[in-house]
């Protein structure tokens, strides 16, 4: 069960240890982490039976890359705000970085709930 006015979010990222801070860190801010996937294809089925408002989805994964998740979660019609996340600097993806539905991006390294509601709010 959703907790009233506090934002969702499922955290997407192929390493475990990632994926446990990044839950420590958002819950701690007030974030409440209703998912985790290791890789695309188990990202596009929990945004679709989660519902979540955030999907945090890191860019380089083993299966589907976060760009190809993040237009077909598009392509569903799904109400999700997604988020990439990497460890590279954005620019190094090129032009398919801008061109992607996506609200934003936040470089692993600045990941907070500040950086993501600022991202939400834009």
């Not at 290791?38 to 945090?56: E, F, K, N, R």
């Not at 890191?58 to 109400?79: I, K, S, T």
Request: aromatic share 4%; glycine share 8%; hydrophobic share 50%.
């Amino acid at each position: 069960m959703r907790i009233p006015g506090v934002m969702s979010v499922l955290i997407v990222d192929d390493h475990a240890s990632f994926r446990a801070s990044a839950r420590r860190l958002l819950e701690a801010e007030g974030f409440e982490v209703i998912g985790e996937a290791a890789d695309g294809h188990a990202a596009i089925a929990a945004a679709q039976q989660l519902q979540p408002d955030v999907v945090l989805l890191d860019v380089q994964m083993p299966d589907l890359n976060g760009f190809e998740v993040a237009e077909r979660l598009a392509a569903l019609g799904l109400p999700s705000a997604v988020v990439l996340t990497s460890s590279r600097n954005l620019a190094e993806y090129g032009p398919i970085a801008t061109e992607t539905a996506v609200r934003g991006f936040v470089p692993k390294a600045e990941l907070s709930g500040a950086a993501l509601t600022d991202l939400l709010a834009e």
